[in-house]
């Protein structure tokens, strides 16, 4: 399934305006990535995107390797969804 533009997934006018201030110290290798877990440069020519807050994805953190912003993301996304079964899978396997 195609994702659609960035806008139409919700990274409109203002998001593009923050990527594109960030672009020139990112493609000159000048930025590290904004992931705690990660924080080496991002070097030029590596893809990156502008990574948002864990909790709050009104507030940016900065740019960010794109491995360690979808990585984050599907960990949170496993993580909810574990979440889930647990609640509402509970079946006793006692026989």
Known sequence: M???STSAR???HHHQKLRDRWRPKVD???VDCA???CGKPILPGQEWQLGHDDNDRSRYHGPEHRYCNESAGG???AAITNA???TTNRTSRDW
Do not use: S
């Open 10 to 12: 919700g990274y409109g």
């Open 35 to 37: 992931r705690p877990t």
């Open 75 to 77: 960990r949170k996304g």
């Open 84 to 86: 889930r079964h647990q």
């Open 2 to 4: 195609a994702k659609g």
């Open 28 to 30: 000159a290798g000048l």
